[in-house]
């Protein structure tokens, strides 16, 4: 008998890597946020990663979720701050999962020649109900790159509606993306799917980087979850959409917040 309903509650976090001189103290601040959020899926980025372990890792062992990690990602090595102790420390993207991981896909992205290509992550999981394909990225942040952006976008929606993933469930795509939504850098997203932040009623103006550094991608929304049904006559709705990640303890877990997306699907008889 075919599935005809289901939900999901959905989560996307910049974790902010080990930036910060307090990024041991974060740690369990990311933990007891994500623990209290208890979502089905969490794409991450801004993920560290060594030869021994990944912080994906250590999260779902802390939260007995599955875990996948892929790297490099944005910001880029030779972009990012890194103290003698963080020289041979990745930076990735990653997904926990409350189901297990059936395949992990890192694929290039777009980038300008002579830059490393940073990954998207495509994550098929195990969930009861059929394959649950997400996808999970974080897109370039310079505004001098517009056609790396355009072309990540463009790269990515192609990905979420290849009929490949077509399914009992919704594709999700889900990351840091570095432009609200409605920026022309990302119409090829917007085109093809919906902005579950925007369904689900989130509020107007929310803010999911502070803009604390002047870059021009921050104080606006920038982290989102984009959906699209898994078939045709899918009806996919979003119940709620917040921010989370306040301080614990008196220790903000990132710079970034968390987006927490509620999502139900049916279809008709």
């Known amino acids: ?6 939900r999901l509650r959905v989560v996307t976090w910049n974790v902010w890597w080990r930036f910060g001189e307090r990024w041991r103290e974060r740690q369990p601040a990311v933990v007891e946020t994500l623990r209290d959020l208890d979502a089905d899926v969490v794409a991450l980025q801004e993920v560290w990663g060594t030869a021994s372990t990944t912080q994906a890792d250590e999260l779902a062992r802390a939260l007995g979720l599955h875990a996948a990690f892929a790297e490099p990602s944005y910001p880029l090595v030779a972009d990012a701050p890194r103290p ?3 020289a041979d420390v990745a930076l990735g993207i990653g997904l926990l999962s ?3 991981v059936r395949t992990v896909r ?4 777009p980038a300008r020649p002579g830059t490393e290509a940073p990954v998207a992550l ?3 999981v195990a969930h009861p109900d059929g394959p649950l394909h997400v996808v999970v990225a974080c897109l370039e942040y ?3 790159h517009d056609e790396d952006r355009v072309a990540q976008a463009r790269f990515l929606a192609g990905l979420a509606t290849d009929p490949a993933l077509d399914g009992p469930l919704p594709v999700v795509v889900a990351g840091d993306l570095n432009a609200a939504v409605d920026d022309p850098v990302l119409e090829p997203l917007a085109a093809v799917l919906t902005d579950a932040w925007t369904a689900g009623g989130g509020g107007h103006g ?5 803009e604390e550094s002047g870059e021009a991608q921050l104080g606006k929304r920038i982290d989102h979850v984009l959906l699209r049904p898994g078939r045709a006559g899918q009806v996919v709705d979003v119940r709620s959409a917040v921010l989370a990640g306040d301080p614990v303890d008196g220790v903000t877990p990132s710079d970034h917040r968390a987006v927490v997306c509620d999502v139900s699907w049916s279809a008709p008889p």
Do not use: C, K, N, Q
Not at 1 to 6: E, F, H, T, V
């Open 1 to 6: 008998m075919a599935i005809r309903s289901g």
């Open 84 to 86: 003698d102790e963080h």
């Open 98 to 100: 409350r189901w297990p």
């Open 106 to 109: 890192p694929l290039p992205l």
């Open 122 to 124: 495509l994550v098929s």
């Open 142 to 144: 310079d505004p001098g």
């Open 206 to 210: 929310a803010v999911t980087a502070p």
